[in-house]
């Protein structure tokens, strides 16, 4: 629930409100997003200690606009899972950063000051303002207080994403306040707050003009500040603690009592340290370089980011219907970017935290009817139905987990939604989307995910209506182009582009034709007919690949930087050209992929999807078509990866592929074994995974070609 995060930006597309190039920071705050664009939201309760005269406002990082953010020593900064610290170079003040599951933990080592200071910013929020605040003075060490949110001043989307939430905190210093003080700007009740509103003159200089109230224990407005001061001598270190809730002030205050109270900033960081090295080795890797490791942990790191706990100690949430709900049977659970993540990150969830995929399956069913909206949602942000994307990722997410043994949710209720979602946001009646490849193709996959979900629990019926829907993609493939092509609502098909297959947004969400148009995970077999047979179908993809650039930044072909194209390597396997996914997985990994800040991932991380890709990919397998328990084996970067499956869901302790010879010559397999045995296809079901075991592979220079 907790990230405690450095900030550099308020406005922009900057969902994570930190820019590694960026020269200032103007606080650390206790909630965050992670890899997203489209503005993004969260970056609460930003708290900065300063020195020297009061400021009400951040100001501006091209210094056009001055305020409290300051500069930083980029030599002093360090970052690791469950801690930050970095030196402020304005104000001589060393910053460190740590937490638990909902609490946060800031500690301050100050130079000699008459005045020094830590100044609260509630307003704040990444892609706008809270609307409203509120805070109080409980006693001489303890505020409390929320800070509620809503799409009229911006966050997710820029207000589009429909975000609705309020976070409420409780907060101690170890020492007495000091002297306390509030600011609450004047905001005009007809001016906006959204994204580009607060970041403008006229928005800062009315806040910096606030009034400072000191006679007050409390107070609540539009934009509101809190501040203390005290005189601190060399090197003298004060910690702020933050509990904080999406529920109510008990439960932050609950939060706070049960996890952080009483324990001092190293016991927090080492807890911290242990229970990410707890998470992280969940899988070990042997061999390849350290930047490989480096970019292996990193990448496995930002997958266990999200989807986040939204539940209070007490089993208490927030639900879809913005109520109070109490809940021992699942860990509430929010942030879904399902249109990214069904491909790679929630299939490794499967595999090292089936629990947590049962939970967000369980979390988008509970919402679905909460909310009285009856269908499930696509990109869930803190109950909110943004609607971003497409296609309809939460079936196919819940039909992968039901058919890997992730059962602990309600199937019959799941089913119901399932079918409710694919008849709103579907290819009938017509049989296909009218204008859109990308969407066709998608329900059509979704589809199939039902079919198969109802056939899991028995509805054969529903089963054959939804398989023949799933073939719906045929209705889209122009043999005059032998390509997929928009069809109108009327049946007649979209004009056909001077670019042909590469015309960026052709019936197309963020991607072309070409990179769409291969999305047929459920039928490549009937996809490879259409397109005229195996050979061309080969031909065209080394001409797909063949066109991309070596680094793998946005492009017309292979484009890593954006999902669609993710499965399209692993699709030589089913061609029975296996040593090309093994080439270009390979490939990928070390372009797409670094331990550099400014070019570790070629696109932004899409809530865990890049990263996720990368940790199968570099372990040796991956799926293609997610509802189907296939995974498809390819060149591992390292010589040895042992994964440490979850008891309570899989029979084996641990699953492990050694890569014999492996090197970043010998990137091809020579033959495989599994358990000993000749393993003569280019595949493993989940079940071998599940029942643990090792998977031999020795490697070599060039291809073996069957």
């Not at 939970?359 to 942000?381: C, H, N, P």
């Not at 010998?666 to 000993?676: D, H, P, S, V």
């Not at 045995?677 to 069957?706: Q, R, S």
């Amino acid at each position: 629930m907790v990230q405690v995060s450095p900030n550099t930006v308020t406005g922009g597309d900057n969902g994570s409100g930190y820019s590694y190039e960026m020269k200032t920071i103007e606080g650390f705050a206790m909630t965050q997003m992670s890899g997203v664009g489209w503005y993004g939201d969260l970056g609460n309760f930003l708290v900065m200690p300063t020195t020297g005269p009061l400021r009400k406002i951040a100001g501006k990082e091209d210094g056009s606009i001055e305020g409290w953010r300051s500069g930083y020593d980029k030599s002093t900064e360090t970052a690791s899972p469950g801690y930050y610290s970095v030196n402020l170079t304005d104000y001589g003040i060393k910053v460190e950063c740590s937490a638990t599951p909902r609490c946060g933990i800031l500690r301050f080592t100050w130079p000699e000051s008459d005045i020094s200071r830590i100044q609260v910013d509630l307003a704040r929020r990444v892609g706008g303002t809270s609307e409203e605040q509120y805070v109080k003075i409980v006693d001489d060490h303890t505020i409390e207080g929320w800070m509620r949110c809503t799409p009229e001043t911006g966050g997710w989307g820029d207000g589009a994403g429909k975000a609705l939430y309020t976070v409420y905190f409780h907060a101690e210093l170890d020492r007495p306040w000091g002297s306390t003080g509030f600011w609450c700007a004047d905001i005009p009740d007809d001016w906006t707050r959204k994204r580009r509103d607060v970041t403008s003159r006229q928005y800062l200089e009315r806040v910096e003009q606030a009034p400072v109230f000191t006679d007050l224990t409390e107070i609540g407005g539009k934009h509101v500040g809190f501040y203390t001061e005290f005189p601190t001598g060399r090197a003298e270190e004060t910690v702020l603690k933050v509990g904080i809730s999406f529920v109510d002030v008990d439960g932050a205050r609950n939060n706070f009592k049960q996890e952080i109270e009483g324990k001092d900033f190293e016991t927090v960081r080492s807890e911290a340290e242990r229970a990410w090295n707890d998470q992280l080795s969940k899988i070990i890797v042997s061999g390849g370089s350290e930047a490989d490791k480096t970019v292996f942990y990193t990448a496995l790191y930002h997958t266990m980011i999200d989807p986040r706990l939204f539940t209070d100690c007490d089993g208490r949430y927030v639900g879809g219907d913005y109520q109070i709900h109490d809940e021992s049977s699942f860990t509430k659970r929010t942030i879904f970017s399902g249109w990214d993540v069904f491909r790679s990150q929630m299939p490794l969830q499967t595999i090292i935290n089936p629990q947590v995929v049962g939970d967000i399956v369980s979390s988008l069913v509970t919402m679905a009817g909460q909310s009285g909206k009856g269908y499930l949602e696509r990109w869930e942000f803190l109950n909110a139905y943004s609607g971003c994307m497409i296609g309809n990722p939460a079936i196919v997410v819940m039909a992968d987990a039901y058919a890997k043994g992730i059962r602990c949710f309600d199937a019959g209720e799941a089913l119901k939604l399932a079918l409710s979602t694919s008849e709103k946001f579907g290819n009938h009646p017509l049989g296909w989307t009218p204008s859109s490849i990308s969407e066709t193709l998608e329900y059509a996959y979704s589809d199939w995910c039902v079919a198969r979900f109802a056939e899991a629990l028995g509805h054969k019926d529903i089963a054959e209506d939804y398989y023949s829907r799933s073939q719906c993609y045929r209705n889209i493939f122009d043999p005059e182009v032998v390509w997929f092509r928009p069809r109108l609502s009327d049946g007649s098909w979209k004009e056909w582009p001077e670019e042909g297959r590469l015309k960026d947004d052709y019936g197309c969400v963020e991607s072309n034709p070409y990179q769409q148009g291969w999305f047929v995970p459920h039928d490549i077999e009937g996809m490879v007919e259409l397109m005229g047979g195996r050979e061309k179908v080969l031909a065209d993809l080394d001409s797909f690949f063949g066109n991309t650039p070596d680094n793998l930044m946005w492009n017309s072909y292979y484009n890593h930087a954006n999902e669609p194209v993710h499965f399209i390597p692993f699709l030589f396997n089913e061609l029975g050209e296996p040593w090309k996914t093994q080439k270009w997985t390979r490939f990928i990994c070390s372009h797409a992929y670094s331990p550099d800040p400014m070019t570790g991932l070629v696109g932004n991380d899409d809530v865990g999807q890049m990263s996720a890709w990368y940790v199968l990919a570099a372990a040796g397998f991956h799926p293609i078509c997610p509802g189907d328990t296939r995974m498809e084996i390819t060149s591992p970067v390292f010589e040895e990866i042992t994964i440490r499956t979850d008891p309570e869901y899989a029979s084996g302790k641990c699953f492990t592929i050694k890569a014999i010879g492996n090197s970043p010559d010998n990137i091809y397999i020579q033959k495989a074994e599994l358990n000993g045995k000749p393993l003569d296809e280019p595949w493993l079901d989940f079940a071998d995974i599940a029942a643990g075991g090792t998977l031999k592979l020795k490697m070599g220079p060039k291809p073996a070609k069957i």
